[in-house]
């Protein structure tokens, strides 16, 4: 059974930082690209960042140079750091992996930028 539980976001100041992970299990990770998503309110999901399983990485054009994704496969985890946080990036975040020509999502957590 593939689960994926994500870490708690939270309200956070604007200009300030905050580092999501997303722990896996039930499938082997280290070959496993991982996504990050978002959803605002009233707007598509859309796509923050993905890792390959050989490290490459891709970010939406609104959070490069602000937003990056990592994983450590020694612990089955994919992480977003997310630094100067805008109001804009407020929204509910959601991992992705795909194992088995299936996608499986997280259950999102939501992040708050306000001041």
């Known amino acids: 059974q593939v689960q994926l539980v994500e870490s708690r976001g939270g309200l956070v100041h604007p200009g300030g930082s905050l580092k999501l992970s997303c722990a896996a299990s039930?499938?082997?990770?280290?070959?496993?690209?991982v996504g990050w998503y978002r959803q605002a309110p009233g707007k598509q999901r859309e796509l923050v960042a993905v890792?390959?399983?050989?490290?490459?990485?891709n970010y939406g054009d609104s959070v490069k140079g602000r937003f990056t994704i990592s994983r450590d496969n020694a612990k089955n985890t994919g992480y977003l750091q997310m630094n100067s946080l805008k109001p804009e990036d407020t929204g509910v975040y959601y991992c992705n992996v795909d194992w088995g020509s299936r996608i499986y999502w997280g259950q999102g957590t939501q992040v708050t930028v306000s001041s």
């Open positions: 890792i390959s399983s050989g490290g490459r990485t």
């Open positions: 039930g499938i082997m990770f280290s070959f496993s690209a």
